[in-house]
């Protein structure tokens, strides 16, 4: 079974960069490593996903070694409505349909 | 235009009591799946389906029962309601490697 370790919590200040990482073993080889952003009372919502290396998208970057037990989610100069929890999400080794959630990082910007 | 929609947003209920969450997709997807959010904000996966096949079943009790009619539906309907059950109810959907898209959970409290 995937095992996922995030840091409980993180503080930042606005226009600060926030770096969060995911370790992962035991992680389904064909299947993406994907972060997800989550405010209260809503559902989980899409960041960036990637396989290998860097992917940088409009909000984000990813940063995936080769070995691919870990995830760095990068936020380029938060601000104080990134404040939410941040969940890595990965594919079982044993079976790519069981996608596991880390435990997620609750991300507190300030002014 | 909802991508994922369930309902209810909120279940009020009283122990030992039989409800039923709905679950609908409009994305097309081939795989669909429920997860369960703790008051601790972990987010474990319950069931998945896919084309209307159940491949997941993680370990929940078998007072859960979820019933997929077609590709674009996936229900949950729980029996004997218990104190434990009490958490937010998350349904999401994605096709292949594609990302989870999650509707905005569906919050049950047992009286």
């Known amino acids: 079974l995937a095992k996922t370790t995030q840091p409980i919590s993180m503080d930042s200040y606005e226009g600060q960069e926030v770096n969060i990482t995911c370790s992962h073993n035991n992680i389904a080889t064909n299947d993406y490593i994907t972060w997800y952003q989550q405010f209260p009372s809503q559902g989980p919502r899409f960041i960036i996903q990637?396989?290998?290396t860097k992917v940088t998208n409009e909000v984000a970057s990813l940063f995936i070694p080769a070995d691919r037990k870990s995830s760095t989610l990068s936020l380029p100069r938060v601000s104080l409505s990134d404040t939410a929890v941040y969940y890595c999400?990965?594919?079982?080794?044993?079976?790519?349909?069981?996608?596991?959630f880390g435990s997620g990082t609750r991300l507190l910007v300030r002014p | 235009d909802t991508a994922v929609s369930q309902t209810p947003k909120y279940l009020v209920t009283q122990m030992g009591n039989d409800k039923s969450i709905k679950c609908e997709q409009n994305?097309?997807?081939?795989?669909m799946y429920w997860y369960k959010q703790d008051s601790k904000k972990f987010l474990k996966i319950m069931f998945s389906?896919?084309?209307?096949?159940?491949?997941i079943n993680e370990t929940v009790p078998n007072r859960f029962s979820p019933k997929s009619p077609d590709k674009a539906h996936l229900n949950l309907h729980i029996n004997s309601l218990e104190l434990g059950d009490s958490a937010v109810y998350f349904c999401?959907?994605?096709?292949?490697?594609?990302?989870?898209?999650f509707g905005n959970g569906t919050r049950l409290t047992v009286t």
């Open positions: 994305l097309g997807h081939d795989t």
């Open positions: 999401a959907s994605r096709d292949g490697n594609s990302p989870l898209h």
């Open positions: 389906y896919n084309n209307k096949e159940l491949i």
């Open positions: 990637g396989y290998k």
């Open positions: 999400l990965v594919g079982d080794g044993d079976s790519s349909y069981k996608l596991i």
